[in-house]
């Protein structure tokens, strides 16, 4: 039921927004073409892959948690039915569950670099220090959330 639902919901978002059809506002790359440094490339795939559900700014709606703002990436998960089980300490933590659950119906389709600069880009939206790119495994324990 929940899958389904979510289905028709992405459907609908893909018809009503450019995004999902590479429109004039996101042909700054496309597939391969995509920027090297991380904060752009995570801006162009949070936009593809994610803002869809948590919102340009990740302020989330009653769909999705928030990524961004009071009390958003909790240190338990608060969402109900959510498969996260383990705690939001650092960057690593967040990187670990977005790439084994995120987007929920593809989850783990991108590349380990493209999960980082979704991950580095909207930490720092979310006014999280993540320091200087690139972020990746080693520097993401140290990032802190709080
Ligand atoms: C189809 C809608 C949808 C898309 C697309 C999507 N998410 Fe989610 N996301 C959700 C829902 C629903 C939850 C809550 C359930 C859960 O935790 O899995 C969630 C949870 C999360 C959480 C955990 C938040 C918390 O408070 O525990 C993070 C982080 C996250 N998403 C990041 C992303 C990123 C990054 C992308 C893009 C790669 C993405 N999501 C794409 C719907 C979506």
Same mark, same amino acid.
């Given at each position: 039921m929940f899958r389904a639902g979510l289905t028709v919901l992405v459907a609908s978002l893909c018809l009503a927004s450019a995004s999902c059809s590479g429109g004039s506002q996101t042909t700054i790359a496309s597939g391969d073409n995509l920027p090297e440094d991380q904060w752009s490339r995570g801006v162009w795939l949070y936009g593809q892959?994610?803002? /869809?559900?948590? #919102? $340009? *700014?990740? $302020? /989330? *709606?009653e769909d999705a948690p928030p990524l961004? #703002?009071?009390?958003? !990436?909790? !240190?338990?998960?608060?969402? $109900? #039915?959510?498969p996260r089980t383990h705690d939001f300490n650092t960057a690593a933590d967040v990187f670990t569950y977005v790439s084994e659950? +995120? %987007? %929920? +119906?593809? %989850?783990?389709?991108?590349?380990s670099e493209d999960y980082w600069a979704i991950v580095f880009y909207s930490l720092k939206q979310a006014? @999280? $220090? @993540?320091?200087?790119? %690139? +972020?990746?495994a080693n520097s993401a324990r140290n990032v802190a959330l709080r």
């Open positions: 892959h994610c803002a /869809g559900c948590h #919102g $340009e *700014d990740g $302020e /989330g *709606d961004s #703002g009071e009390g958003s !990436l909790p !240190l338990k998960a608060t969402w $109900e #039915g959510s659950q +995120m %987007p %929920p +119906m593809e %989850p783990g389709t991108l590349k006014q @999280v $220090e @993540v320091g200087e790119p %690139p +972020m990746n």
